[in-house]
């Protein structure tokens, strides 16, 4: 997070309702879950005790009334700046008024028994007077809890169902509407201190966390583990600040890695494409897989490995394209109508439909993760290969068949050319591994196999009129994900084959809107497509140069492996 300092916070009064713009808000964790800060001083979402688990904070997507916690100066600041504490993920947010300057340092201590928020006010400047509100609403936003005082006056206790929060702090705390607040003052070179802590409620309430004890272990934990990344490339802040984030999205118990630790967030402002990205994607595994190991990280990289190994055991026509943090299948979708969205985006979905969609790409990223894990030895070469093999063999039955696609549509199922693309991978990469690890396998039938799964994407999934591939057999449309099918990591075919330069040409010509990628074209909304203006991405935009580039000049092809889907 980069410190700003050239504007003002917005006027955080009890009584603001909308969430901030999603760029102001910043993530902390602890491996466990996350919670979202506002560059206001309001933690507006935090799920407990795990990413997945119902919302306690859920303002992110509602009001204020739906849970949040502010802590921030009485009066409003005139300039607030804020940054992550070194290769952290501590937050540490600075507000200057007429009154001077304070720091609200954030932060969730790792490896405690209980999932804790702490918040330290530190005085920089002058004395500030500061105000709390504390709107605890379980259940994504609905269930209030009944509200105690601890026995030794610090601290507040609330409680309803399974869940138990616990409130510790040396600041008076009052009951107001439902909801609690506190005024206290801190001057320069003084600390104020707020512990939150989650347990389960048919348990005793867990003990007190030193707020200071635990500042020094957590920074201690981060620093020590920013400092094995072995990358030192040109961007190494960048990517560091990218890898810190990964590791936070962990789930550390089961070594799952979450796509985001939110629900809802809109891909279009008011759109209702909201869903719920707090499960494991397998199109996600080779890249986090990679980038963990890119960064010197083998042991996150093994762990969701295994995870991934666990997840998919079974069935290979019962394989899903996402699970749950624990490898959790059942992903029921519904809609909390209590809640309007962020910024009115509707509806807000728990759960996700598409978990029970078929996208025959993964079957390509799941394979593909083996096939790396075995080349980097991170396992025994022989581990997985059983599953692995009756995967290919149920591949080899259904990659003819039409499916849901890269996108998740919603919509009738089509022979998408990615998805052929990745059937493919997996075919190909289970040969290889079975060629160079000497594994059983009837290599002379997977070859076959291959060569005729080459030949059908080349002729159906390619328009030789335009010169380009298509999203679909028999679809003109295009798609960004085209571009896969010659990055190193698929290699489907080499960049500088004249079908690759014929469809990046062409996807620069329908695809680049106001200098960002689109996935795909915009056009009306259908069953079968995204609406008009469909999302882009600045990172997708630099693909096509690359892959231009990569074709003609060998040197500048590396940039090709910094852009992910």
Not at 107 to 128: A, C, D, H, I, Y
Not at 529 to 538: I, K, L, Q, V, W
């Amino acid at each position: 997070m980069t410190t700003d300092g050239t504007r003002a916070a917005a006027d955080a009064s009890d009584d603001e309702d909308q969430p901030l713009r999603i760029e102001d808000y910043a993530l902390i964790g602890d491996c466990l879950t996350g919670a979202l800060v506002g560059r206001n001083g309001s933690i507006d979402w935090l799920c407990w005790p795990r990413f997945d688990s119902d919302a306690c904070f859920a303002a992110l997507l509602g009001t204020s009334r739906h849970g949040r916690w502010l802590i921030a100066p009485a009066a409003a600041p005139t300039e607030t700046s804020r940054a992550y504490r070194g290769d952290t993920m501590m937050l540490e947010t600075c507000f200057e008024n007429g009154e001077g300057g304070v720091a609200l340092i954030d932060f969730m201590p790792t490896g405690q028994g209980n999932s804790s928020v702490v918040r330290r006010v530190e005085g920089r400047r002058g004395r500030v007077a500061m105000r709390m509100h504390l709107v605890l609403r379980f259940e994504y936003g609905i269930t209030t809890p009944w509200v105690t005082q601890l026995e030794q006056g610090c601290g507040i206790c609330a409680a309803v169902g399974p869940n138990l929060i616990v409130l510790r702090t040396s600041v008076a705390l009052r009951g107001r509407g439902k909801t609690t607040v506190a005024e206290f003052a801190v001057g320069e070179g003084e600390s104020v201190d707020f512990v939150m802590t989650w347990g389960p409620s048919h348990l005793p309430v867990p003990d007190a966390l030193d707020a200071g004890t635990a500042l020094a272990r957590t920074e201690a934990f981060w620093r020590d583990w920013s400092g094995r990344c072995e990358y030192q490339g040109e961007w190494r802040a960048s990517v560091l600040r990218s890898l810190l984030t990964l590791k936070a999205l962990t789930y550390e118990p089961t070594g799952a890695v979450v796509a985001a630790p939110t629900t809802s967030l809109p891909e279009q402002l008011g759109g209702s494409r909201n869903w719920d990205y707090r499960f494991c994607w397998l199109r996600d595994a080779t890249l986090t897989l990679m980038a963990f190991m890119a960064g010197g990280y083998d042991q996150e990289a093994k762990a969701w490995s295994r995870w991934l190994h666990r997840a998919v055991a079974g069935s290979p026509d019962e394989a899903q394209i996402m699970y749950g943090i624990s490898g959790e299948r059942r992903l029921l979708e519904w809609s909390p109508s209590w809640l309007p969205g962020y910024q009115g985006a509707a509806p807000v979905r728990i759960g996700n439909a598409a978990s029970g969609q078929l996208q025959l790409d993964v079957f390509g990223e799941v394979i593909g993760v083996r096939h790396i894990a075995r080349e980097k030895r991170l396992d025994d070469p022989a581990f997985g290969w059983a599953m692995q093999v009756r995967f290919v063999e149920h591949l080899e039955a259904i990659w003819s068949q039409p499916d849901d696609g890269i996108w998740e549509m919603r919509g009738d199922r089509r022979h998408f050319t990615h998805s052929k693309v990745m059937a493919w991978v997996a075919v190909d990469r289970s040969i290889r591994d079975a060629e160079t690890f000497a594994l059983e396998a009837p290599l002379d039938r997977w070859r076959e196999l291959r060569d005729r799964m080459h030949a059908e994407i080349c002729e159906k999934g390619y328009d030789a009129t335009r010169n380009t591939f298509t999203q679909s057999f028999g679809d003109p449309a295009l798609d960004a994900s085209l571009l896969l099918l010659a990055v190193p990591q698929v290699g489907f075919l080499p960049a500088d084959d004249p079908r690759m330069l014929g469809t990046v040409a062409a996807i620069e010509q329908e695809l680049l809107v106001d200098g960002s990628c689109c996935d795909i074209a915009p056009k009306p909304a259908t069953t079968r497509c995204r609406p008009a203006r469909a999302p882009s991405f600045r990172a997708r935009s630099g693909w096509p140069a690359c892959m231009r580039y990569k074709a003609v000049t060998p040197t500048l092809a590396p940039c090709l492996n910094g852009f992910s889907p």
